[in-house]
């Protein structure tokens, strides 16, 4: 054994250092924020009716969508109007809001495939549509929606739906045909 100076092998006399208890104080302090950091890039930086045209986080959510191109939406904290952009808390909902259009001819394809009694409904869409979307979004009228096409969408893996009001996601998916287009807004619970 290595004793020199009041070190041993190096270590100091079997103490933990400064620097050692700052570390493992930092990395206590940090441990429950992990649980968020994915969540967290959903979110606009301070903005939160900032329009998004990122792709990749609706393909993470949604990915029975396929492939998505000229995205427009917004995903902030429905809890957090009025407050500084912060990590989630616990049970944070997360809310999707946007247009995006899907591969050529996969609305099409989409709509024919609608199971036996479950066909998609020509609805419009909500007058509720965020100001900054409105632009985005070409015509109200004559989209089709379909409960059951939500539940596939909503599921990470599309060949198993999940329940209504289930822990994961709550929303709506509507299909416009001429313009080949899908809306989507969704809530996402991070418990």
Do not use: N
């Not at 997360?94 to 495939?113: K, S």
């Not at 059951?148 to 060949?159: E, K, S, W």
């Not at 009001?165 to 001429?178: I, Q, S, Y």
């Amino acid at each position: 054994m290595d004793v020199q100076g009041g070190t041993v092998g190096g270590m100091r006399d079997g103490r933990t250092g400064r620097r050692g208890i700052l570390a493992l104080l930092g990395g206590v302090a940090l441990a429950p924020l992990t649980g968020t950091a994915g969540c967290a890039g959903l979110r606009p930086d301070e903005d939160r009716l900032r329009v998004r045209t990122d792709v990749g986080p609706l393909h993470k959510r949604f990915a029975a969508l396929g492939p998505l191109s000229d995205a427009h939406w917004l995903g902030y904290d429905l809890d957090a109007a009025g407050r500084r952009a912060s990590v989630p808390g616990p049970d944070a909902r997360i809310r999707l809001v946007g247009v995006a259009r899907p591969a050529p001819g996969a609305v099409a394809a989409a709509l024919a495939a609608a199971p036996a009694g479950e066909p998609f409904e020509t609805v419009a869409l909500a007058g509720d549509v965020p100001a900054p979307l409105a632009r985005h979004v070409p015509d109200r009228a004559g989209w089709r929606a379909s409960p059951a096409y939500d539940l596939t969408v909503l599921a990470r893996d599309p060949a198993q739906p999940v329940a209504a009001g289930g822990d994961r996601a709550d929303g709506r998916f509507l299909l416009h045909e001429a313009d080949d287009l899908v809306w989507f807004d969704a809530v996402f619970l991070y418990a």
